[in-house]
């Protein structure tokens, strides 16, 4: 009769954790969640929003670990070489996932085959601004400067190899433009600067210059996406303004050791996005000047290849090197 107990009792047990697990027991533990750059950034700000909501809406415990430097590399090289157990997840972006590796002289990890695409979370383009007094009123007068005056018209941007740098780029190759590249460490410099007359203009973000936006500092003369932005909407694309096929944005998504399990993949990815999908989600990523991007995870897999394909090729073309 003990034994007849025993192996009920175990049956029972083997069947109420396959039950379990088949329900979504995952995660049964707190989850870290690597941010690769430093708190209170865009990247830093949008991972806290979608972290918020894991806890608050499923309970879930999320830890934000913000391991930054090496242009992201740092944070994700530590996700690539944790245990693949989905208990280790990364806020990848454009530039670690898709730009450095063609920039950087040698990766800590390939992002093609040491990560687990999971979900992408949201895009933004870069917006060309100006001081609120420039003579510069529109994207043709800052195109008109530039041809007048080759070299000398001069563009900030974040770094080296962001988005904002390798948009500069794209620019010169399509308009035949040759500008003053001036690289910052960070956004906030290269507004200090525009906003104090040291450059003309500045490729940045959307997150880094609404701010300056709502407050008349600055006026937008583009945005650098194949689309306009709910938030600014009457800010026109450079597809539009003569350049078509324009298309450079910074975009954001959820990634893992490669090797994770697939229902680990799957729960997060289905969440993330019911969490996208929620109006005041959406409110918020807009105001940063953000759009929602939800998917499959092959969707965003192959995301990432069509970006690291297209930015290697524009580097290599530029010779731009980080060593």
Same mark, same amino acid.
Request: proline share 7%; charged share 15%; aromatic share 6%.
């Given at each position: 009769?003990?034994?007849?107990?025993?192996?009920?009792?175990?049956? %029972?047990? +083997?069947?109420?954790?396959? =039950? &379990?697990?088949?329900?979504? /027991?995952?995660? !049964?533990? #707190?989850?870290?969640?690597?941010?690769?750059?430093?708190?209170?950034?865009?990247?830093?700000?949008?991972?806290?929003?979608?972290?918020?909501?894991?806890?608050?809406?499923?309970?879930?415990?999320?830890?934000?670990?913000?391991?930054?430097?090496?242009?992201?590399?740092?944070?994700?090289?530590?996700?690539?070489?944790?245990?693949?157990?989905?208990?280790?997840?990364?806020?990848?972006?454009?530039?670690?996932?898709?730009?450095?590796?063609?920039?950087?002289?040698?990766?800590?990890?390939?992002?093609?085959?040491?990560?687990?695409?999971?979900?992408?979370?949201?895009?933004?383009?870069?917006?060309?601004?100006?001081? %609120?007094? +420039?003579?510069?009123?529109? =994207? &043709?007068?800052?195109?008109? /400067?530039?041809? !007048?005056? #080759?070299?000398?018209?001069?563009?900030?941007?974040?770094?080296?190899?962001?988005?904002?740098?390798?948009?500069?780029?794209?620019?010169?190759?399509?308009?035949?433009?040759?500008?003053?590249?001036?690289?910052?460490?960070?956004?906030?410099?290269?507004?200090?600067?525009?906003?104090?007359?040291?450059?003309?203009?500045?490729?940045?973000?959307?997150?880094?210059?609404?701010?300056?936006?709502?407050?008349?500092?600055?006026?937008?003369?583009?945005?650098?996406?194949?689309?306009?932005?709910?938030?600014?909407?009457?800010?026109?694309?450079?597809?539009?303004?003569?350049?078509?096929?324009?298309?450079?944005?910074?975009?954001?998504?959820?990634?893992?050791?490669?090797?994770?399990?697939?229902?680990?993949?799957?729960?997060?990815?289905?969440?993330?996005?019911?969490?996208?999908?929620?109006?005041?989600?959406?409110?918020?990523?807009?105001?940063?000047?953000?759009?929602?991007?939800?998917?499959?995870?092959?969707?965003?897999?192959?995301?990432?290849?069509?970006?690291?394909?297209?930015?290697?090729?524009?580097?290599?073309?530029?010779?731009?090197?980080?060593?």
């Amino acid at each position: 009769m003990q034994r007849r107990d025993f192996l009920a009792a175990t049956l %029972a047990a +083997s069947a109420t954790t396959a =039950f &379990a697990q088949g329900s979504g /027991a995952y995660p !049964a533990r #707190p989850i870290r969640f690597v941010v690769p750059f430093p708190p209170g950034g865009g990247t830093d700000t949008t991972s806290r929003l979608i972290a918020e909501k894991f806890g608050s809406l499923l309970g879930w415990t999320v830890v934000v670990d913000n391991k930054a430097g090496a242009g992201g590399n740092i944070g994700l090289d530590f996700v690539a070489k944790s245990a693949p157990d989905g208990y280790t997840i990364g806020m990848g972006q454009a530039s670690n996932l898709a730009i450095n590796p063609s920039l950087y002289a040698k990766m800590p990890f390939d992002p093609l085959k040491d990560l687990t695409p999971i979900v992408s979370i949201a895009e933004q383009p870069v917006v060309l601004v100006v001081r %609120a007094d +420039s003579p510069l009123k529109t =994207f &043709a007068d800052f195109v008109q /400067a530039a041809k !007048a005056n #080759p070299g000398k018209v001069g563009l900030a941007q974040a770094g080296t190899g962001t988005v904002g740098h390798l948009a500069g780029e794209l620019l010169h190759q399509r308009a035949g433009l040759r500008l003053l590249q001036v690289p910052y460490k960070g956004a906030g410099p290269a507004m200090t600067d525009l906003l104090g007359g040291q450059v003309d203009s500045y490729f940045g973000s959307a997150p880094s210059v609404m701010g300056q936006l709502a407050a008349g500092k600055v006026r937008a003369l583009a945005v650098s996406s194949a689309r306009r932005i709910s938030a600014l909407p009457n800010v026109p694309t450079i597809a539009e303004q003569g350049h078509a096929g324009f298309d450079a944005t910074t975009w954001l998504g959820l990634v893992g050791p490669a090797g994770m399990p697939a229902d680990a993949v799957e729960r997060l990815n289905a969440e993330t996005v019911k969490i996208l999908a929620r109006a005041d989600v959406k409110d918020k990523l807009a105001q940063e000047g953000s759009e929602a991007t939800p998917g499959t995870p092959q969707q965003f897999a192959a995301q990432i290849r069509a970006e690291h394909a297209k930015w290697g090729t524009l580097i290599r073309e530029a010779h731009i090197r980080v060593e």
